[in-house]
Structures are given as structure tokens and as C-alpha cells.
């Protein structure tokens, strides 16, 4: 079945140090999402990517979909305290499944 | 404008006993979806449906069942509670299966 892998499972940084996780699933993907979920909560949508080879920016964050529509990466620019959470990308492939991947915790100091 | 609601919050179970966890939603979407969050597995995929009257199988469906019998609600049924079905559950839904998905605020359940 459709798994979907990120890594790096932890990552800690300094304030204002960039950051990026990788996304790849095992499925070409019809659509990747990103979610943030902060300590205790629940996870928040940031954005879809559609488009083979799509890039979109949220302020200090880039999005991007790989060409093969396999993988996805997030970047953060100059990481800030409010940055700390779990990231998770989620997918689907040829069923309706919306599987979501093993996440990057960041945790960012000040 | 409430979202996803879910029903409980918290429940304790012992090892055997049933429980129903119930997911609500007000936006008029067609697709619902039951997840399980567990440390450093990510979220799993349980049951989902892509409408009303329908069901599906997630990644983890053993030892869940759930039922759609209306649009707005999503149902997720424990028959015997196990140890290992100790974990954070969450509800999600979205429009289509193109489109964001809402999630709920979590049910924290432990089976001891």
C-alpha cells in the first residue's frame, strides 16, 4: 500500500537557522498537503501543491511537489520561536486515501 | 461556526469494554476520516468515507468500526478495547477529495 516517509523525525535549530523537511512517498501522488500540528494540538492545513514541479512561498516558507510527483519538500527561512510544531505532508495516490506521513518535529531556540 | 467537533475529550477504558467515539461536522463535507496519532508513528489512517452511507478501510482498521448513516456524523466503534488501541484519535474532514482537510480537536483514549 501507499506509505509516505519524512525525515528528518526530529530537528532542532537555532533561531533564525533555516529548515527543511523531506517528504517521499512510495506512490505518485495526485496532490500533496502540508499540515502543522503545535505541541497539543491539532493539525492545521498550510497549503496543497497540485502541479508537477510546483512551487509556492507563505512567507518564510517554500513548498515545493518533485517532478516525478513522489516527493515534497518544506523550507523555512530564518526560523522564529512560533516555527515549533510537527510538520506532516499528506497525500493521496490512486484510491481516496488521505495518508499522512511520520512528520518532522522542529523544535526551534530562542 | 464549530468545525469538527468531537465527542469525548478524554475516556479511560478497560481492557474488553466497548465505547463509540463520535465525530461531528457542519460544514456539509463529503469526505470524513478517522486517524490514530501515536509517538513517532505519524498519523494513521483508520476508516474514512467519501459519503454519506459509505465506509472504507484506512491503513489500521482492525479492531475499529465506524458508520456514516448521516452526512454530518462519523462514527468510530470499539467492540473490545485493547491496550495497544491507546492512543489519540483524530477526526478530520474535507469538501472533496481534493481539498483541505478540518480536523477536530483530538480524543485522548487509554485502555488499561
Known amino acids: 500500500g501507499q506509505q509516505v516517509m519524512q525525515i528528518p523525525q526530529y530537528q532542532h535549530v537555532q533561531e533564525g537557522e533555516d529548515f527543511t523537511t523531506y517528504c517521499n512517498s512510495s506512490t505518485t501522488l495526485s496532490n500533496i498537503q502540508w499540515y502543522k500540528q503545535r505541541p497539543g494540538g491539532h493539525p492545521v492545513f498550510l497549503i496543497q501543491?497540485?502541479?508537477?514541479?510546483e512551487v509556492k512561498k507563505q512567507k518564510r516558507l517554500t513548498f515545493q511537489f518533485g517532478e516525478a510527483k513522489k516527493n515534497s519538500s518544506l523550507h523555512i527561512t530564518a526560523t522564529q520561536t512560533t516555527d515549533v510544531g510537527t510538520y506532516f505532508c499528506?497525500?493521496?495516490?490512486?484510491?481516496?486515501?488521505?495518508?499522512f506521513g511520520t512528520g518532522t518535529r522542529l523544535q526551534v531556540f530562542p | 461556526n464549530a468545525g469538527v467537533t468531537q465527542t469525548p475529550k478524554f475516556r479511560v477504558l478497560k481492557t474488553g469494554q466497548s465505547m463509540t467515539l463520535l465525530c461531528a461536522q457542519d460544514?456539509?463535507?463529503?469526505?470524513m476520516y478517522w486517524y490514530r496519532q501515536d509517538p513517532g508513528m505519524g498519523l494513521r489512517l483508520i476508516h474514512y468515507s467519501v459519503g454519506e452511507g459509505t465506509t472504507a478501510k484506512g491503513e489500521v482498521p482492525d479492531g475499529y468500526n465506524v458508520s456514516r448513516l448521516k452526512k454530518q456524523n462519523f462514527l468510530l466503534g470499539l467492540e473490545s478495547a485493547a491496550p495497544s488501541q491507546t492512543s489519540v484519535y483524530f477526526c478530520?474532514?474535507?469538501?472533496?477529495?481534493?481539498?483541505?482537510?478540518?480536523f477536530g480537536q483530538g480524543t485522548r483514549l487509554t485502555v488499561v
Open positions: 478530520a474532514s474535507s469538501l472533496t477529495g481534493n481539498t483541505e482537510a478540518f
Open positions: 499528506a497525500g493521496r495516490g490512486a484510491t481516496d486515501k488521505l495518508i
Open positions: 501543491l497540485v502541479k508537477s514541479g
Open positions: 460544514m456539509n463535507h463529503e469526505y
